[in-house]
């Protein structure tokens, strides 16, 4: 099985030299690293051109003609792969030795699933650990599996890749559109065996609640989903959030050309599901931005078809007096 690693840098001159020498590190070292760079303002690509003189394995670097953003740039690294399994990877984390071998082995003892994930040690900006892992705050925090999709614990086969790329240009996360097509084709193997650090630094990308370096439990999803339903939002939130929906959709339906006919049926469930969910978002939207007087009938027209059945009577709640 040949092993690909993506890598989309963009000003991580700090970070990224430990995370490339921990490629060199591994005990099943990859065949390839593809890395897109998205115009970096700093020493980045200089670095990595001169870690690739020595590295022994090939290292191919490009810098975008244009900035792609986060999901572009994750789109333009993993188009230039060529391996039958494809690992994420962010500029800033560290590999445990054993993470490929680990992970190309799950692979292989279980051929049925696209992207295999495995658990990540939160640590501070210098690495040093708050034993606390991000797979473990997920679970106390009381959510499903589906909200773990961290991509840079991603390994992806390329029959999957084949099918989703290329990642739609206006999403923000290319993360969020791998794992959940894959959660939704029931094709996402957890295993909770810990293969990195995740170094959280103050400039991270993803804020999730799960990538604290505190522990969080439910009672802690609790309190940030009270401050978040309460919180004012703009024309601008709502516009935005609804935009990104609409956009995964039409994803979904472009790449149905793509899609075998064995995934077919669970393609088309995926894209109902999501236009469902959509036209509720644009419901709630609705009534958020509505005098308090018209949100009541809106509200009670809405708990009646349309807010998912275990938080109808909170999401009711929530946009009336949100």
Known sequence: MQVSIAMATYNGADY??????SFVDQTRQPDEVVITDDRSSDNTVALIEEFAKTAPFDMRVSVNDKNLRYAGNFNAALSGTSGDLVFLSDQDDVWFPEKIAHMVSLAEKSPDYFIYMNDALLTDGDLNSVNLTKYGQIKSAGLSDDSFVMGCCCAIRREFLDIVLPIPAKLKAHDNWLAEIADGLDAKLIDPTVLQYYRRHGKNESQFIANRLTKVNKWSMRWQGMRSAFKPKSHEDFASNLAQMQFFINGLQNLMPNVPLALAPKFNAMIEARQQKFKVAQARA???????????????????????????LKNMIRDILG
């Open 16 to 21: 990224v030299v430990a995370q490339l020498q």
């Open 286 to 312: 609705d009534i958020r931005q509505s005098t308090i007087l018209k949100r009541i009938p809106k509200a009670l027209k809405l708990y009646k078809n349309g807010y998912p059945k275990k938080t109808r």
